[in-house]
Every structure is written in structure tokens, then in C-alpha cells.
């Protein structure tokens, strides 16, 4: 069974964590209604993508 030869230190335990961190995913506005959406989704209070209606909602 592999085993290490030396203890890692605090410094590369910690360097190698460092992108395990989670992140708060970017939210843009939506051109039509300006409600928050998530980039490259379509637009749940309005039904519109890029402009185009996708879901017919009670509005439309």
C-alpha cells in the first residue's frame, strides 16, 4: 500500500484546498421584467431567452 514518505505541511494541505471553496453562483438581470436570472437560462417570471418568448406565462 502506498504510504508517504513525509507529512505534508499545513501550507500545500491548504494550497491544494484551496479551490474546494463553493461559490456564489453569478445571477444577471433579465432585459424584459429586470427580475434576477441565472446567465444563459431562460427567464422563469417572464418566459423569455434572448429576447424570444419560450414558456407562455400568465402575463403573456
Do not use: F
Not at 484546498?17 to 438581470?29: A, E, F, L, T, W
Not at 433579465?30 to 423569455?48: I, S, Y
Amino acid at each position: 500500500m502506498a504510504v508517504p514518505k513525509k507529512k505534508k505541511s499545513r501550507s500545500r494541505r491548504d494550497n491544494r484546498r484551496s479551490h474546494d471553496s463553493i461559490k456564489m453562483p453569478s445571477v444577471s438581470k433579465c432585459p424584459q421584467c429586470h427580475e434576477p436570472v441565472l446567465p444563459h437560462h431562460v427567464c422563469l417570471e417572464c418566459g423569455t431567452y434572448k429576447g424570444k418568448t419560450i414558456i407562455k406565462t400568465k402575463e403573456s
